[in-house]
């Protein structure tokens, strides 16, 4: 059965630290990799990765995808209060479907 | 553009009562999905739609119907509701297959 993992659950940071938020995945048929942020309400997407070892990038955000070793990060640098928010990881596989992992949830504080 | 939009946003159920959410897209997407996500977890797919028309099973389907009759809507049902699919109900779109999703902001339902 597919599983996508995420660690950790949750972390507490303060304003300026950079954080690293892993996701790995055991899947067949794997295509993509897809990180979204959620804060109150609806998800949004963030990157899609579908090469392994190109870094994609977002101002302090970039995240990169490692097919050998099924994984990927996403870190945030200097990081702010609004970017507080549940940090999710999917991936799609030839079948069309998206599976997400359990996210973590990230605080920062002031 | 309103992209995504979800009615009702909150509802509150008896056990063994019906509803129908109403998911609705003015993008032209073809794929719509219909997700719920339980505390600490990450979105379930139920079920989904490659067109209109056309409805699928995904990984928690049971106690659920869905109808795309509509292009622009994708209907989730809830024949008897149980106090186990209190939850937050998220509906998504896409342009193409394994393109990112757009959500919309939910719908919060508690049956008690």
């Known amino acids: 059965e597919d599983k996508v993992v995420q660690s950790p659950l949750s972390l507490v940071v303060h304003e300026g630290d950079t954080v690293t938020l892993n996701c790995s995945y055991e899947v067949t048929n794997f295509r993509s990799l897809l990180w979204y942020k959620q804060e109150k309400k609806a998800p949004t997407f963030l990157f899609m990765l579908t090469s392994s070892g190109i870094e994609k990038k977002s101002g302090r955000l970039s995240s990169i995808l490692d097919k050998k070793e099924l994984s990927s990060i996403l870190n945030i640098t200097a990081t702010q209060t609004g970017d507080s928010a549940i940090y999710l990881c999917?991936?799609?596989?030839?079948?069309?479907?998206?599976?997400f992992g359990d996210g973590t949830t990230l605080t920062v504080k002031p | 553009n309103a992209g995504v939009t979800q009615t009702p946003k909150f509802r509150v159920l008896k056990t063994g009562q019906s509803m129908t959410l109403l998911c609705a897209q003015d993008?032209?997407?073809?794929?719509m999905y219909w997700y719920r996500q339980d505390p600490g977890m990450g979105l379930r797919l139920i079920h989904y739609?490659?067109?209109?028309?056309?409805?699928a099973k995904g990984e928690v389907p049971d106690g659920y119907n869905v109808s795309r009759l509509k292009k622009q809507n994708f209907l989730l049902g809830l024949e008897s509701a149980a106090p186990s699919q209190t939850s937050v109900y998220f509906c998504a779109s896409s342009p193409r297959l394994l393109s990112p999703l757009h959500f919309g902001n939910g719908t919060r339902l508690t049956v008690t």
């Open positions: 739609s490659v067109g209109e028309g056309t409805t």
């Open positions: 999917a991936f799609n596989t030839n079948a069309g479907k998206s599976t």
């Open positions: 993008m032209n997407h073809e794929y």
